[in-house]
Structure formats: C-alpha cells, structure tokens
C-alpha cells in the first residue's frame, strides 16, 4: 500500500519562501521518481518537479529557478523547496509517484501566496 502524506504549505507573501514535505509509506520510495504537481483554482493540474531514485531532477517552466527538489530515501521523505514565491504560485500541492499503471497521490496541501 502506497500513502503519500503532504505537509509545509501555508501563505506566505510573495517574494517568500515555503518549503514542502511528503512523507511516503511503503517499500517503494527508493526505487521510484517521486513528483509534485498543483492544481490552482479553475486550471489543469501541471507538473511542478521530479526527481528520480538517482536523484535526476526536472522541472516545470514556470518554476525552473525557483524551486528545488529533493529527497531523502532514508526517510522515505521529498521536499520541495520553494524561494521567489509569486502570486501565480498559489495552489494546491500534491505529492505524486507511478507504479506501473497506477498513480499514487496525496491529499494536497494548500499554498498561498499574497501580493
């Protein structure tokens, strides 16, 4: 069974910072790409960062510079790291990892980010 806990998110002003954790259950952490994705009101969930079991990362355009991920396999713990927060940053976070055909998610934690 794979359980994808979320925590860190709150509101911050922009220009600040937050950082993201996601506390996974189950034998797979360290062999899987773990990702975070968000879900702002009214738009399509996208792609915030990956990282994958050899620590390889890629990010999502609108992010790229301003935030890092990274994991910790012996916590079976990621984090997203989240500096030069904008506006447009505001959004559900969600912690996510594939095994096979099947997507795993997270419940989400809120980010917002005031002007």
């Known amino acids: 069974q794979v359980q994808l806990v979320e925590s860190g998110g709150g509101l911050v002003q922009a220009g600040g910072s937050l950082r993201l954790s996601c506390a996974a259950s189950?034998?797979?952490?360290?062999?899987?790409?773990m990702n975070w994705y968000r879900q702002a009101p009214g738009k399509q969930r996208e792609l915030v960062a990956g990282?994958?079991?050899?620590?390889?990362?890629n990010y999502g355009d609108s992010t790229k510079g301003r935030f890092t991920i990274s994991r910790d396999n012996a916590r079976n713990t990621v984090y997203l790291q989240m500096n030069n927060l904008k506006v447009e940053d505001t959004a559900v976070y969600y912690c996510n990892t594939r095994q096979g055909f099947l997507n795993y998610w997270g419940q989400g934690t809120q980010v917002t980010v005031s002007s």
């Open positions: 189950g034998r797979f952490f360290a062999t899987n790409t």
């Open positions: 990282i994958t079991p050899g620590a390889i990362t």
